[in-house]
């Protein structure tokens, strides 16, 4: 299910690397990262300026992977299963961006609704999470 297989046509295969090159270990990083500032930024570990910048970072790396897989996606290049991994990916990277911009909308803010609304997709993507990874 974590392989694709190359139809005859596929070009790029740089593309298929970087769409495809740990995706899984990608966004069980980014959840860690995301959880990670936020228990440093609860603690008075981490100032709001760095967990914007770090969250903002994720925000463009999410967005990049993102369009990678829907270029996969829409080339055709994905088969059977993977076209459901794909799909899952997408799903998982939405949910962390989700959960990355509720986070940051509570640092602007400090209103209780965004910490609510981070949790609820925090855990949307690791539901997905654990799927990918095949996880208890």
Same mark, same amino acid.
């Given at each position: 299910m974590f392989f694709v297989v190359l139809t005859s046509g596929f070009a790029d295969t740089n593309t298929l690397l970087s769409a495809v090159g740990g995706? @899984?270990? =990608? /966004?069980?990083? #980014?959840? @860690? @990262? %995301?959880g990670s500032i936020g228990d440093g930024f609860e603690k008075g570990v981490y100032d709001s300026n760095f967990v914007k910048t770090v969250v903002g970072d %994720?925000?463009?790396? !999410?967005?990049?992977?993102? *369009?990678? $897989? !829907? !270029?996969?996606?829409?080339s055709g290049d994905f088969v059977g299963e993977d076209v459901v991994f794909g799909n899952r990916m997408i799903e998982t990277y939405k949910y962390l961006s989700k959960e990355a *911009?509720? $986070? @940051? !909308?509570?640092?602007?803010?400090? =209103? +209780? #609704?965004?910490? =609510? *609304? $981070?949790? /609820?997709?925090? +855990?949307?993507?690791?539901?997905? %999470? #654990?799927?990918?990874?095949?996880? +208890?």
């Open positions: 995706p @899984a270990s =990608d /966004v069980y990083m #980014k959840y @860690a @990262a %995301i %994720i925000l463009t790396l !999410n967005n990049s992977a993102t *369009e990678h $897989f !829907n !270029n996969m996606l829409n *911009e509720a $986070f @940051a !909308n509570y640092l602007m803010t400090m =209103d +209780k #609704k965004y910490a =609510d *609304e $981070f949790q /609820v997709y925090r +855990k949307l993507a690791w539901g997905t %999470i #654990k799927l990918l990874l095949g996880l +208890k």
